[in-house]
């Protein structure tokens, strides 16, 4: 019996579908995707363990370069505009401009002298990102105002705190996380720490990188 062969044809894949479920993900992930803002220092950070995250806002970081700079990270915009307003009172700096204070709160972590915020305020990301153009905050105990024998990093602090609790944080207090280089020396963290801790800020966060598996 002779035997019957079947027609071949080719299969093809509607993939329309497919491309369009790509697009919206794509899509999805780029709209809900927050950038990395650039920073002036880069810490490389100790390795832990330690899985838990910072919180976005209402948080302030203090970074500690490998030269034992100090930089000031305030998270929140709102946050960062009364701050500002408080140092422009309390170092009576000539005042702020609406559109300064905006772009103060937009910005990425500064380490200047008070007295140069501005003019880093009115350069742009990739100027005052370069280095040597920000020298870091001043944290020995040098007066800057008459009467006053507070550095400004404890001023910057303390601005921070008050200015959380003007903007109706009464019932929580101001987070804050303290950012050191795996090579610097303790001496410069424990500036830090004393700091806080002479403004009765006994809880704080130190940032780590995550350790690998096989570390």
Not at 168 to 175: A, D, Q, W
Request: hydrophobic residues 40%; glycine residues 6%.
């Amino acid at each position: 019996m002779a035997k019957i062969k079947m027609s071949k044809k080719a299969a093809s894949i509607d993939m329309t579908a497919m491309c369009d479920v790509a697009f919206l993900l794509l899509t999805f992930f780029i709209l809900t995707a927050t950038a990395k803002v650039p920073e002036p220092i880069t810490v490389d950070t100790p390795s832990s363990t330690v899985k838990d995250k910072l919180p976005e806002t209402d948080l302030v970081v203090i970074s500690v370069s490998s030269q034992g700079n100090m930089f000031v990270d305030i998270k929140g915009r709102e946050l960062r505009k009364k701050t500002l307003e408080i140092m422009e009172q309390k170092y009576n700096l000539p005042p702020f401009t609406q559109d300064e204070k905006d772009q103060f709160a937009l910005m990425e972590s500064f380490g200047v002298p008070v007295e140069g915020i501005r003019s880093i305020i009115k350069m742009k990301s990739s100027e005052r990102n370069r280095v040597g153009v920000q020298t870091g905050v001043p944290y020995d105990t040098i007066p800057h105002v008459e009467g006053d024998t507070k550095n400004q990093l404890y001023e910057w602090i303390y601005a921070a705190r008050q200015a959380y609790i003007d903007l109706g944080n009464t019932k929580k207090e101001l987070n804050f996380a303290v950012k050191g280089d795996a090579k610097l020396q303790y001496p410069k963290i424990k500036n830090v720490m004393d700091i806080l801790q002479e403004q009765k800020i006994n809880t704080f966060d130190l940032v780590t990188g995550l350790r690998g598996a096989n570390y």
